[in-house]
C-alpha cells in the first residue's frame, strides 16, 4: 500500500466551472476525512465518513460543496460554480478506527481563475 | 471555542534545541497532536499526547498540561532537514476530526 492518493495533485479552472477531485485512502482506513489549506495556515476541516457514511460536516462547506464515499473505499469532494476563495490545497486523510494517527495524502492544489 | 494558538514563525541554528508552544482553550480537546509539513507536501504525524506529560521520540518530545491547555514540541539537535511548519492539533478524541492551529514555520540556519 502506498499510502493516501489524491488526483489530480493540481488543478486549474476558470471561474464558474465545476471541478472533482478524488482521494483514495489506505485500504484497511474506515475512516476519510477532508481538509482545505490555504498558504500560511493550518488544514481546516470540511467533512468526514465513517464507511460510506458521512458523518460530519463543517459550516465552511457551502451548498457548492458536496463529498461522497459511496462504497466506504474511494472519496469523491466536488465543487460547483467556482470562485476564486476556493483557491486552496485540499487534502485528504484516513485513520483506522481505535488508531489515533491519521495519513494525509500530498493534496489537491486548485487554482481558480 | 476551540481556537489553537502556536507562534507563527521562529529561527534556530543547525545543532541547537528549539521548542514551540501551543495552547488551546481547555474545553475542547481531549488530545493533542503535532504533524510536521515541508513545504509543498503533506503533514505528517510526529507525535500524540492524550496524558500530562512529555513523550520522548528521538531527537522529538512533545509536552502535554492539558489544566493548563498547553502543549510544547520540542526538536532537539535540530538538522537542515527540520525546516517545516509544525502543526499543532486538537482533537476531542482519537479518530475524531483535527482542528489545527495555523502553524509555526521553523527555519533552521547553518
Known amino acids: 500500500d502506498t499510502g493516501v492518493s489524491q488526483d489530480p495533485r493540481h488543478k486549474i479552472t476558470k471561474r464558474g466551472q465545476n471541478v472533482t477531485f478524488r482521494c483514495d485512502p489506505i485500504?484497511?482506513?474506515?475512516?476519510l476525512y477532508w481538509y482545505r489549506q490555504t498558504l500560511g495556515q493550518g488544514p481546516e476541516f470540511l467533512t468526514y465518513?465513517?464507511?460510506?457514511?458521512?458523518?460530519?460536516k463543517s459550516r465552511l462547506l457551502s451548498d457548492r460543496f458536496s463529498a461522497e464515499r459511496p462504497k466506504g473505499s474511494f472519496s469523491t469532494l466536488e465543487i460547483q460554480r467556482t470562485e476564486q476563495g476556493d483557491s486552496a490545497m485540499y487534502l485528504c486523510?484516513?485513520?483506522?478506527?481505535?488508531?489515533?494517527?491519521?495519513?494525509f495524502g500530498q493534496g489537491t492544489r486548485l487554482t481558480v481563475v | 471555542g476551540q481556537n489553537i494558538d502556536q507562534p507563527t514563525e521562529m529561527t534556530a541554528t543547525e545543532g541547537a534545541i528549539v521548542q514551540i508552544n501551543c495552547t488551546y482553550q481547555?474545553?475542547?480537546?481531549?488530545?493533542l497532536f503535532w504533524y510536521q509539513q515541508h513545504a509543498g507536501e503533506a503533514p505528517t504525524f510526529l507525535s500524540y499526547?492524550?496524558?500530562?506529560g512529555l513523550e520522548e521520540k528521538g531527537r522529538f518530545s512533545s509536552f502535554l498540561s492539558r489544566s493548563k491547555g498547553y502543549s510544547y514540541l520540542l526538536l532537539k539537535e535540530l538538522q537542515m532537514k527540520d525546516s517545516a511548519s509544525y502543526l499543532c492539533?486538537?482533537?476531542?478524541?482519537?479518530?475524531?476530526?483535527?482542528?489545527f492551529g495555523g502553524g509555526t514555520r521553523v527555519l533552521v540556519k547553518p
Open positions: 486523510a484516513s485513520s483506522s478506527q481505535g488508531y489515533t494517527e491519521a495519513f
Open positions: 485500504s484497511e482506513h474506515n475512516r
Open positions: 465518513f465513517q464507511n460510506e457514511a458521512q458523518l460530519e
Open positions: 481547555t474545553s475542547g480537546f481531549n488530545g
Open positions: 499526547n492524550v496524558l500530562d
Open positions: 492539533a486538537g482533537s476531542k478524541a482519537a479518530g475524531n476530526k483535527l482542528t
